[in-house]
């Protein structure tokens, strides 16, 4: 069932219920669809309201997404300063290291970050490799 805001010729706005659009339009045509106001059966759907979004739920601003764009950014050189690119051989590489003891106590560690198909990622996930979706473009290094 759908409910739809119908209007009759003479602007009287109402609500209806039908199985389907297509019922709708079936009634309409067989004349079993009138205004409840005033029996008038020149009916029309009315243009819906549009969306009001509620308090709290609002678009966000032009400086909201600045600061987004400015933490992302940050992230992004904080990601790329601690992890080398190793490009399409990321899944290979993962697997590598996956595979490898825990590093001595005092190793810096750098992480990966590289390029994955999709089945790739989820085949690393499956094997228990932790790896992470990047919610950047990574920035092409000219010696990768
Ligand atoms: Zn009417």
Redesign the pocket.
Known sequence: MIVFDLK?S?E?VFEAWFDSSSAFETQKAQGFVE?P??G?REITKAVMAPAVPAKGNQQPSDADRKEQLRRLAAYQAEVESRCDYVGTSFVSEARARAGKPESKAGEATRGIIGEASISDAMALVSEGIEIAPLPFRIRQKADA
């Open positions: 009759c003479r009287h205004c106001i005033c008038c």
